[in-house]
């Protein structure tokens, strides 16, 4: 069994920063990408960012420039952070990982987690 637990969301004035963390823990043999997407209140789910094994990374247009995605191997727990926050980035935050566990054999299986609710008012 694996668990991805999200932290470090809450609310924010538009300009603020707020840092994400999203821990994976039980039963993992290896982790490849682990993600972050968000969805607002009547909008899809859509990739915020999103970070390889080898640390090489990618974002939404939406967000370049302003978030940085990155991880910790050794712990596996990937984190968001989050500058100039906008009004417009106010959703809930999900962490997604592609894990490798001691029980699903040579097939990686996606993870999420439960979501950290993100606000930017003023």
């Known amino acids: 069994q694996v668990q991805l637990v999200e932290s470090g969301g809450g609310f924010v004035q538009p300009g603020g920063s707020l840092r994400l963390s999203c821990a994976a823990s039980g039963s993992i043999f290896t982790i490849n990408a682990m993600r972050w997407y968000r969805q607002a209140p009547g909008k899809e789910r859509e990739l915020v960012a999103g970070?390889?094994?080898?640390?090489?990374?990618n974002y939404a247009d939406s967000v370049k420039g302003r978030f940085t995605i990155s991880r910790d191997n050794a712990k596996n727990t990937v984190f968001l952070q989050m500058n100039s926050l906008r009004p417009e980035d106010t959703a809930v935050y999900y962490c997604?990982?592609?894990?490798?566990?001691?029980?699903?054999?040579?097939?990686?299986?996606?993870?999420w987690g439960q979501g950290t609710q993100v606000t930017v008012s003023p």
């Open positions: 970070i390889t094994s080898g640390g090489r990374t």
């Open positions: 997604n990982a592609d894990v490798y566990s001691y029980s699903s054999g040579p097939v990686a299986r996606a993870y």
